[in-house]
């Protein structure tokens, strides 16, 4: 009723207006229900409000999920390849170590061979002089 009495509208009309909503919707969201310029999306609402806060801290807390996110597996993929450089350097200086060793075992090998062969050698001539 305050519609009609306060804001003069017409009451055998629903939307005194024009604007798609009822005057009394226009009432009770403190917007003038003759005014079509004048609506309830116009209206300072707190809805509004707070969905204008929310979106930009959910927008800034998805950005700062999806830093870290790359932050760990840049970390991961460093520390992966760090790993395998180091592990790289590692198997090369043991390569580089047992070169020589091989080199002195098949050097003692072959001087043995050698040895064995000499004593044999002696052995048989001086069995064969006796």
Same mark, same amino acid.
């Given at each position: 009723? =305050? &519609?009609?009495?306060? +804001?003069? /509208?017409?009451?055998?009309?629903?939307?005194? =207006?024009?604007?798609?909503?009822?005057?009394?919707e226009e009432v009770d969201a403190q917007t003038d229900p003759n005014d079509p310029s004048s609506n309830i999306n116009s209206s300072n609402d707190s809805s509004n409000i707070l969905i204008i806060i929310i979106i930009p801290i959910i927008l800034l807390v998805i950005g700062v999920v999806i830093a870290l996110i790359v932050i760990i597996i840049v970390k991961k993929k460093t520390n992966a390849s760090k790993l395998k450089k180091d592990y790289s350097i590692?198997?090369?200086? &043991? @390569? /580089? &170590?047992?070169?020589?060793? $091989? $080199?002195? &075992?098949? +050097?003692?090998?072959?001087?043995? /061979?050698? @040895?064995a062969a000499q004593i044999a050698k002696s052995k048989s001539s001086s069995t064969s002089t006796a």
């Open positions: 009723m =305050d &519609e009609i009495n306060i +804001y003069n /509208t017409n009451p055998n009309d629903a939307d005194s =207006d024009g604007d798609g909503f009822s005057d009394g590692i198997e090369s200086v &043991e @390569k /580089t &170590e047992q070169i020589p060793f $091989r $080199r002195i &075992e098949m +050097y003692n090998l072959d001087h043995l /061979t050698l @040895k």
